[in-house]
């Protein structure tokens, strides 16, 4: 299934100059989204990990779904202010400005194997900030997954070192 062709691209937004790739138009096509989550549990099917983080917000879209098809766990990172037990938190550049992550200190246990699941790789900023947090706590990033992939932003250079896939390259 050409998943690309049921994705949106908004102009200008949020801010000018940037091509907005908008999942809700592939979100609302059952079949569309079904494939979408299959082909990322196929991805991650082939790696031995513990539980999947996914960043707010369409990480969880697409994370939660994965994690539970492979009978995994499911933790959030989220926007400061979210969470209501104590957390980790790291700060990231967008290609549009500043923002912060958090992860309930508890999430990740030392040694936990996990799988980074998210809907977009730009420039890498939001998934490395995901990566740090998992680190920060002992965890190990055994794979980082995304249904769509900017290669013209170059983000898996900033990403060397971590094993990455992509199901849609523009």
Same mark, same amino acid.
């Given at each position: 299934?050409?998943?690309? &062709? ?16 908008? $999942? ?6 059952? @079949?569309? /989204? ?14 031995? /990990? @513990?539980?999947?983080?996914?960043? *707010?917000?369409?990480?969880?879209? =697409?994370? #939660? ?8 766990? =499911? ?9 209501? #037990? *104590? ?17 309930? &200190?508890? !999430?990740?246990? &030392?040694?936990?194997?996990? #799988? $980074?699941?998210? @809907?977009?790789? !730009?420039?890498?900023?939001? $998934?490395?900030?995901? $990566? ?7 965890? *190990?990033?055994?794979?980082? !997954? /995304?249904?769509?992939?900017? *290669? /013209? ?6 990403? &060397? ?10």
């Amino acid at each position: 299934m050409d998943l690309a &062709k049921y994705i949106r691209t908004i102009e200008d937004f949020p801010k000018e100059g940037i091509s907005f790739k908008d $999942v809700t138009t592939l979100l609302k096509e059952g @079949d569309a /989204f079904k494939y979408a989550v299959k082909s990322i549990t196929d991805n991650l099917s082939n790696y031995d /990990f @513990d539980i999947i983080v996914g960043p *707010e917000a369409r990480g969880f879209i =697409f994370g #939660a779904p994965a994690a539970y098809e492979l009978g995994v766990g =499911f933790v959030p990172i989220r926007k400061p202010g979210k969470l209501p #037990a *104590e957390t980790a938190s790291y700060k990231y550049e967008l290609e549009y400005g500043m923002d912060a992550l958090e992860i309930h &200190k508890d !999430a990740i246990k &030392k040694g936990t194997r996990v #799988a $980074v699941v998210d @809907d977009l790789l !730009a420039t890498g900023g939001t $998934v490395m900030s995901a $990566v740090k947090l998992v680190e920060q706590l002992g965890g *190990e990033v055994v794979h980082i !997954a /995304f249904l769509i992939e900017l *290669e /013209f932003l170059k983000g898996r250079e900033n990403l &060397k070192g971590y094993d990455v896939s992509s199901i849609i390259k523009y």
